[in-house]
């Protein structure tokens, strides 16, 4: 996600309109949106001459894309194409797809460097160091004494608490998450995103200029309510921590636009003010992040491929299919990201078990 560089200027434009930038008015913003989108008023069109069409499904975020077969060769008109869309719409899907692992990686090398986790649970592929099998979650809770349903309700014992972006707590977290389902229960188990540009665009003036210049400590396991006496998964946590502080407006190193980089999942403490103070701007600034209508919900079908900008969204992990014993097997590929920027031009700095490009 690092190259397509004249249509990022063009989504710059609007980040910016919609951020109050003096200078661009709504008609022109609207206009860059269109040329950057390739949607006119039908909300669906072909971009270019790749010959896909993408056709949104929510007002803010989320666009179904078809004519492509993921697993063909894809040129580079269509690569641009699905690009483009991404960054316009923060996440796209895939219906119908063939997708192995090969075919999976080397979609995902089309738009960047893929993540090699340096563990992964048992389900993964073991050929394919690329792929992390998210049905390797299920054996987390056991080793740690306890039932994956306990394990979930501690770590989401809040309405917010699971909405995240991936790898939040380090230092440079993804830049993008592709993830293809090869087996679905019949009914629940959808995944919700949530646009962050548009959520940081929906805030007043003043509070925008406000929360611009903070920063906050992003750190792994904070939402976790311990098990009364001994923890296992406490002590895991203390022994492999990973910390990160974070900006808590950043600014997309690819659109321009400036983006409310809050989640459930790791932030708990905006730095240099009080904890009180921290839970009563964090809660709002949630709430407004997770509104409805900056979301989308999307229903997986075996075949479904879901392609999203880590940058600009959270994301939240169904809990509505575990009691029904369906199988649910997905598949992921990340992107390396960089290290985030906030409006201030400063990076976001490591506070422990993370660096840059090392994982």
């Not at 019949?186 to 903070?214: H, I, K, M, Q």
């Not at 904890?275 to 999307?298: C, G, K």
């Not at 940058?311 to 290290?339: E, F, K, Q």
């Amino acid at each position: 996600m690092t190259s397509g560089r004249d249509m990022a200027g063009q989504a710059a434009k609007i980040g910016a309109a919609r951020a109050g930038a003096p200078g661009i008015e709504a008609a022109e913003a609207r206009a860059a949106e269109s040329r950057t989108s390739g949607t006119g008023a039908s909300g669906v069109a072909e971009i270019g001459a790749a010959g896909i069409e993408v056709r949104p499904v929510a007002g803010h975020i989320g666009a179904e894309i078809g004519g492509v077969d993921l697993a063909g060769d894809l040129d580079d008109a269509v690569v641009a194409a699905i690009r483009a869309a991404v960054l316009r719409w923060k996440v796209v899907f895939f219906r119908g797809q063939r997708l192995d692992h090969v075919g999976h990686v080397a979609f995902a090398r089309r738009f960047g460097e893929p993540v090699v986790l340096g563990k992964r649970g048992s389900a993964s592929p073991p050929d394919f160091p690329e792929v992390e099998t998210t049905a390797d979650r299920l054996e987390l809770g056991g080793k740690f004494g306890m039932e994956h349903d306990e394990w979930l309700q501690r770590r989401r014992h809040t309405l917010l608490r699971g909405w995240h972006c991936d790898h939040g707590a380090r230092v440079d977290p993804p830049a993008a998450t592709i993830l293809r389902a090869e087996t679905v229960p019949p009914y629940g188990g959808d995944t919700t995103w949530s646009n962050l540009a548009a959520a940081y665009a929906g805030l007043s003036g003043p509070v925008r200029e406000f929360v611009a210049g903070l920063r906050a400590e992003h750190r792994l396991g904070v939402g976790y309510q311990p098990r009364p006496g001994d923890d296992s998964y406490v002590r895991h946590l203390l022994d492999h921590q990973v910390a990160s502080v974070h900006p808590l407006v950043r600014v997309h190193p690819e659109t321009g636009e400036r983006v409310l980089f809050v989640n459930g999942y790791y932030l708990e403490q905006i730095a240099d003010i009080s904890r009180p103070e921290s839970a009563a701007i964090l809660d709002m600034l949630l709430e407004q992040a997770t509104r409805p209508e900056y979301t989308v919900r999307f229903r997986w079908e075996p075949g479904s491929v879901a392609f999203w900008d880590n940058r600009a969204t959270i994301h939240l992990a169904p809990s509505d299919n575990a009691h029904l014993g369906h199988p649910r097997i997905m598949h992921r590929v990340m992107l390396t990201g960089d290290v985030p920027v906030g409006v201030d031009g400063r990076p976001s700095q490591a506070v422990v078990g993370t660096e840059p490009g090392r994982w």
